[in-house]
């Protein structure tokens, strides 16, 4: 009987091998049947289509990867609303002279400002016209033309591809940008990964070149089991969850409120509500005031899903107290019953002067408390802020609160008028408030791990606070973010570029204003002169610095769109931005 290894061997020995296919690279001819095509520096298996402005794989199949990329839907939509805005080439039509150069960088900056704004283009046809008017026999002013469709095509053709090919340079830093806005009414998990994917492949990216995914801290987006985030884990494993740090804080005060005896959001809802409707009681609230010696301050509107909107209307509120108890007093059964009841009105409480209002108690100490959530969300919100400052913000967030409770302190005119109080209601007072501390405290830990098993507490040695980076903080980061692999790092290599960057540190720290420069613009400090040689140090800096610190600047296109996306401009809104 034969063994049966030799047969094995002999079968192995016997098959025929499989033939490695050679990849395919771009070629040059290929330009004459399809002008929208272009080479990619640097890379030869891929090749650039400027209609679409992505770049595609050609690597498998060559020519016929080109004409299968043509064949497709989004191709074809793009060389239709190419050939609807007409060329661009068709404006530039002047000499190159000087003065044409001045012309043509005026069209452009005017356009810039359109884009900037929020401007429609016919308004900044508008507007041109009124400038001109104004710059007379001005020989720049006189050759100045940019209506609707030259305005479009300069954005689309001009400013929105030079706009996404810079992302973050150790000369300019960290620059936020936006490459897809989407409307999707498929809110599921599985939909949004879709959309996040084609996105990215139509910048001709992937989702392992994704560092972090940022979102609301909703089911859909963490969910453990079928979320987003999972998703996405499945594709990239070392994709980073990227909270929305400002959203706990939000939800925070959402939770702590809820501990106070008097309902103080609901307070600024519906005096807001009663006075907004009524152009007649806004007058009686002005001659109240001139009487209590008050100086009027319109009522802010509180709205819940504005994160900083509930502090600002209940110092508003204060600012007019005295009046607006003494007018919701003097209508008497005209005041809303609901209103009587979250005011606690009495009708004797006008001339109870040396007994303080508990109601105006509670809004003192929310008045107070509320400052300091607030400068922790505009920190968390700023452009400045980097993952590398998230958990030292945390972290002193966290302190505060715990400082505040253990000393008691509600602020100095909560306590002022707490001594005024009965002693039933400055117990109850002080209840609440510890009460609200505490649920405070319990949920920021809850949902913010304040451990060194966090990977944003390993973050920080690269704020350079101590004027220096060791190679043992740079060898941690790396391993906790498991980066040797991703991005190539030469472990020796960045023990040397460590030293170089020490040294360029210590000149650096003797600068007056290296105290006031964040994290980014410490590090492009280190870099502008000095990326060459530390190619090790910049790839893992670029990486961490890529980590958004917050959901802020997508906030905010949401604020500009928010009036504009309408159906009819989904295709022109997605060429512009």
């Not at 600047?553 to 997605?574: A, C, G, P």
Request: some cysteine; hydrophobic content about 35%.
């Amino acid at each position: 009987m034969a063994d049966s290894s030799d047969t094995g061997s002999t079968a192995d020995h016997n098959s025929p091998k499989k033939r490695m296919k050679r990849l395919c690279k771009y070629r040059s001819e290929w330009e004459k049947e399809h002008d929208w095509l272009e080479n990619v520096r640097d890379n030869a298996y891929k090749a650039n289509c400027t209609v679409c402005r992505r770049n595609v794989s050609i690597s498998h199949g060559g020519l016929a990867d080109v004409k299968q990329h043509a064949s497709g839907e989004n191709h074809k939509r793009s060389e239709r609303q190419r050939r609807s805005q007409g060329a661009m080439s068709q404006f530039l039509v002047r000499q190159a002279t000087p003065e044409a150069n001045m012309v043509t960088a005026a069209e452009v900056a005017h356009v810039y400002h359109t884009v900037k704004h929020n401007l429609s283009y016919s308004s900044a046809d508008c507007a041109l016209k009124l400038t001109l008017q104004t710059l007379g026999d001005s020989s720049i002013g006189k050759k100045i033309s940019c209506g609707r469709t030259k305005a479009e095509a300069l954005v689309t053709d001009v400013l929105s591809p030079k706009a996404v090919e810079e992302f973050f340079t150790p000369e300019k830093g960290i620059v936020n940008k936006l490459i897809d806005f989407v409307e999707n009414p498929d809110e599921s998990a599985e939909s949004i990964v879709n959309s996040i994917r084609s996105s990215l492949e139509n910048m001709g990216l992937t989702l392992d070149q994704v560092s972090a995914f940022s979102a609301d801290n909703a089911n859909v987006n963490y969910g453990i089991h079928n979320s987003v985030f999972t998703k996405l884990k499945k594709s990239n494993n070392e994709i980073l969850r990227g909270n929305c740090h400002a959203h706990i804080v939000h939800n925070t005060v959402k939770h702590a409120l809820d501990k106070l005896s008097v309902d103080v959001e609901n307070i600024v809802l519906k005096i807001y509500s009663f006075f907004s409707t009524s152009a007649k009681r806004r007058e009686c609230l002005k001659e109240f005031c001139v009487f209590c010696d008050v100086e009027f301050h319109e009522i802010l509107r509180h709205v819940t899903t504005r994160w900083l909107s509930l502090n600002p209307a209940i110092t508003r509120l204060l600012e007019n107290w005295t009046p607006l108890k003494s007018y919701f007093i003097s209508i008497g059964e005209e005041c809303p019953r609901h209103l009587q009841v979250l005011l606690r009105l009495k009708e004797d409480a006008a001339g109870a002067e040396e007994e303080a209002d508990l109601v105006e108690v509670y809004l003192l100490f929310c008045s107070n408390v509320l400052s300091l959530f607030e400068e922790v969300v505009k920190k968390l919100e700023r452009d400045a802020t980097t993952s590398v400052e998230l958990y030292a913000i945390m972290d002193s967030f966290l302190n505060r609160l715990v400082k505040r409770r253990d000393d008691g302190f509600y602020g100095f005119l909560t306590g002022q008028k707490l001594r005024r109080l009965s002693p039933s209601d400055a117990d109850l007072a002080r209840q609440d408030f510890t009460a609200f501390l505490n649920t405070a405290i319990s949920y920021v830990r809850k949902w913010f791990d304040f451990s060194d098993k966090n990977w944003l507490f390993h973050l920080q040695p690269l704020s350079l606070t101590s004027g220096q980076i060791s190679y043992g903080d740079m060898e941690n980061i790396i391993e906790q973010l498991h980066l040797v692999g991703r991005l190539n790092i030469s472990m020796d290599e960045l023990y040397d570029e460590c030293i170089t960057a020490n040294s360029l540190l210590e000149r650096l720290t003797g600068h007056q204003d290296w105290e006031s420069k964040g994290t980014a613009e410490r590090w492009v400090a280190v870099l502008r002169d000095q990326a060459a040689d530390l190619p090790n140090i910049l790839a893992v800096v670029s990486f961490v610095l890529s980590i958004p610190s917050s959901t802020g600047y997508v906030e905010r296109v949401f604020s500009l769109m928010k009036n504009k996306w309408t159906d009819k401009m989904f295709e022109f809104y997605r060429s512009c931005w």
